[in-house]
């Protein structure tokens, strides 16, 4: 089975451009994760979806993101406008939660630059 | 964040040797707890997953949780240099919310 899909991999912008990020989950997993990675935060949680559905935002910094989940097979996270102090590895990880598992797979991560 | 805490390290131990790697938490509601590992430039992977108190064995890992001392680690038994990576430790809270430490570095000396 293909595990979770991120696109791009590697992401270049200047200051003030808009960023989308992509995300794929696992086939049947009903719960979807975006986190971002800094040597500074460590791996932070931004928003989780449950059944497409946004459960809890509250990791979101700030207006500038903003994310979707308009079907089960696909996620967006988007910056707009992007800062340099956006710059980061941000990972989609997916699930399925059944009550007596819990166990998050994560993707490969888009690695965000911000000049 | 302060809720899941780990030593950052380095941890260096020599191949072959037993690798404890620890971890607390401050919410005593959290149910679940997590062990992945990290190399440089990857994606965190699940290793270990444990939800209830006393050892979980899987391989050459063994996972401990103790709710009451609010703590879980995990043990590498027969230590490669292949293990050599950071390892985080993340808890699920009641909300499904979930929270990660920072990591401990792991090196494995042949």
């Known amino acids: 089975d293909a595990g979770v899909i991120q696109s791009p991999r590697h992401e270049v912008t200047e200051m003030g451009q808009e960023v989308t990020l992509r995300c794929k989950p696992i086939s049947g997993h009903n719960s979807l994760f975006w986190y971002r990675q800094t040597m500074m935060r460590g791996l932070e949680l931004l928003i989780y979806f449950n059944n497409n559905v946004p459960i809890d935002d509250s990791g979101m910094p700030e207006d500038r993101f903003s994310a979707k989940m308009p079907n089960a097979s696909f996620s967006t996270l988007k910056i707009q406008p992007s800062e340099p102090r956006d710059s980061a590895v941000y990972f989609c990880?997916?699930?399925?939660?059944?009550?007596?598992?819990?166990?998050?797979?994560f993707g490969p991560g888009t690695r965000l630059t911000v000049t | 964040q302060k809720e899941v805490e780990q030593n950052s390290g380095p941890l260096s131990v020599p191949e072959g040797a037993i690798a404890s790697l620890n971890c607390t938490y401050s919410d005593r509601g959290s149910q679940s707890f997590f062990w992945y590992r990290q190399y440089s430039g990857k994606s965190p992977e699940l290793i270990m997953s444990i939800y209830s108190n006393g050892d979980k064995e899987d391989g050459r890992f063994t996972a401990q949780l103790n709710k009451a001392s609010q703590y879980v680690s995990l043990l590498i038994r027969d230590s490669q240099p292949s293990d050599s990576a950071t390892y985080l430790c993340a808890r699920r809270s009641t909300g499904n919310q979930f929270y990660f430490g920072t990591g401990t570095s792991l090196t494995v000396i042949p």
């Open positions: 990880a997916s699930s399925l939660v059944t009550g007596a598992s819990y166990e998050q797979y």
